[in-house]
């Protein structure tokens, strides 16, 4: 505010913060591993889609998954911000922290033949608690049981975090997985795994993952072994 310059800008300052971080280190972080397509498969493989609370978290499992979605944004998103069209669907992201290049505020996903395909389970479930196109509630919600009955409750709460994983860990040892090994983060990682492995282009990897940089997409790619042998095949040697 004097106008003096800042003792926190001066070069032996800058140095000793450097040296301090390289001698102190960093906590390694436990990342969980990302979802396969397989598991994905086999927990739907298993599920009632009949009971409306398996076919909510089916379908926020699968839209996290394709979509690339983190969870704060999946369960953000409202029926008016849901556009179906033929062979696929547009989902609308107004507000994202990884809005790469401030042109990721929309998520473009494809219908698919399999009984995986996010576009037919969203459909399902849309239509199961018949939510009308223009409502502004949002569509992932507290579900309250009654006799015989199941229904979405408070428009603007979303599911919480914790119902989600206690749900999500409770659907993996179903199917003979460690829960230990994953979290709802392994949903967009997964699905951002799946994707680079298949050869998607970089371009529209980032932009369907609304990724800020390539440096912070590239951290959500666990490499197969066949991309990783690629590698020495193609050296010439």
Not at 13 to 34: Q, Y
Not at 35 to 55: F, G, Q, T
Not at 71 to 82: E, P
Request: aromatic letters at 8%; hydrophobic letters at 35%; a positive charge.
């Amino acid at each position: 505010m004097a106008g003096i310059p800042s003792p926190t800008d001066n070069p032996i300052v800058e140095a000793s913060r450097s040296a301090s971080k390289r001698l102190l280190g960093t906590a390694i972080v436990n990342r969980k591993e990302p979802v396969s397509s397989s598991v994905i498969r086999d927990i739907i493989s298993r599920s009632n889609l009949d009971n409306p609370v398996e076919l909510r978290n089916i379908t926020l499992y699968i839209l996290s998954f394709a979509g690339f979605f983190r969870f704060d944004d999946v369960s953000r998103i409202r029926r008016n911000d849901v556009f179906f069209n033929e062979g696929f669907v547009v989902i609308k992201v107004p507000k994202s922290k990884n809005d790469q290049l401030r042109r990721g505020d929309e998520v473009v996903i494809s219908e698919l033949p399999s009984g995986a395909c996010p576009v037919k389970l969203l459909k399902r479930y849309l239509s199961k608690f018949q939510i009308p196109p223009d409502s502004r509630d949002l569509i992932f919600r507290p579900i309250s049981k009654g006799k015989g009955s199941c229904k979405l409750i408070a428009p603007d709460r979303p599911i919480s975090y914790s119902t989600m994983r206690e749900a999500f860990r409770w659907d993996l040892k179903a199917i003979g997985a460690d829960p230990s090994k994953f979290g709802l983060h392994s949903l967009r990682s997964g699905g951002a795994t799946m994707a680079a492995n298949s050869g998607v282009s970089d371009r529209v990897f980032q932009r369907h993952g609304r990724w800020k940089s390539v440096q912070a997409k590239d951290t959500y790619v666990d490499d197969d072994l066949d991309q990783r042998l690629s590698v020495s095949k193609f050296l010439g040697l």
